[in-house]
Antibody, heavy 116, light 106 residues
Framework: QVQLQESGPGLVKPSETLSLTCTVS????????WSWIRQPPGKGLEWIGY???????NYNPSLKSRVTIVLDTSKNQFSLKVNSVTAADTAVYYC??????????WGQGTLVTVSS | DIQMTQSPSSLSASVGDRVTITCRAS??????LNWYQQRPGKAPKLLIY???SLQSGVPSRLSVSGSGTDFTLTITSLQPEDFTSYYC?????????FGQGTKLEI
């Protein structure tokens, strides 16, 4: 059974960088795309981007200038960085596996609050 | 970006009722449409993919239809565990956008 677990600070100051890591267990990371999705409190879901095992990436244009997703296959992890955060980046952040045009496995999500 | 519009945003029903949720895309997405269920405080769970394929374990009281721009999710004989939120998502092209969600309330 594939499992994903997000980790990282729950509080980030405005203008700083949000950094999260997703640890994958139960399967190899090869052949799949690994994605980040976020959900502001009480609101809908927003796809942030994904990274393929090969290292290729695809980002949501609305966030592309501020987002980086990196893969560390030696640790079975992938990570998200969002630069220059504001209160609008406050959200639950989920990592998920993207396979054949669907998100089949998700992490439990982690709330990141942007506040001074 | 392809805009996904769900209706209604909220819906009140009773156990045993039949309800329909609609998802409309701003352009044709063929059958590149998924449906997710999300319980409070939990990650979304895939219910239906490619517009009409039920994920393993999804009860048959859920049915779907549609292609192009208009899609529906119908739940018959509502059970207590069905009263939660539902999201559609297009996978025709990046960015892979979601509808704003439908909250099904008892």
């Amino acid at each position: 059974q594939v499992q994903l677990q997000e980790s990282g600070p729950g509080l980030v100051k405005p203008s700083e960088t949000l950094s999260l890591t997703c640890t994958v267990s139960g399967d190899s990371m090869s052949s799949y795309y690994w994605s980040w999705i976020r959900q502001p409190p009480g609101k809908g879901l927003e796809w942030i981007g994904y990274i393929h095992y090969s290292g290729s990436t695809n980002y949501n244009p609305s966030l592309k200038s501020r987002v980086t997703i990196v893969l560390d296959t030696s640790k079975n992890q992938f990570s998200l960085k969002v630069n220059s955060v504001t209160a609008a980046d406050t959200a639950v952040y989920y990592c998920a596996r993207w396979k054949e045009r669907l998100f089949d496995y998700w992490g439990q999500g982690t709330l990141v609050t942007v506040s001074s | 970006d392809i805009q996904m519009t769900q209706s209604p945003s909220s819906l009140s029903a009773s156990v045993g009722d039949r309800v329909t949720i609609t998802c409309r895309a701003s352009q044709s997405i063929s059958t590149y449409l998924n449906w997710y269920q999300q319980r409070p405080g939990k990650a979304p769970k895939l219910l239906i993919y490619a517009a009409s394929s039920l994920q393993s374990g999804v009860p048959s009281r859920l049915s779907v239809s549609g292609s192009g721009t208009d899609f529906t999710l119908t739940i018959t004989s509502l059970q207590p565990e069905d009263f939660t939120s539902y999201y559609c998502q297009q996978t025709y092209g990046a960015p892979y956008t979601f509808g704003q969600g439908t909250k099904l309330e008892i």
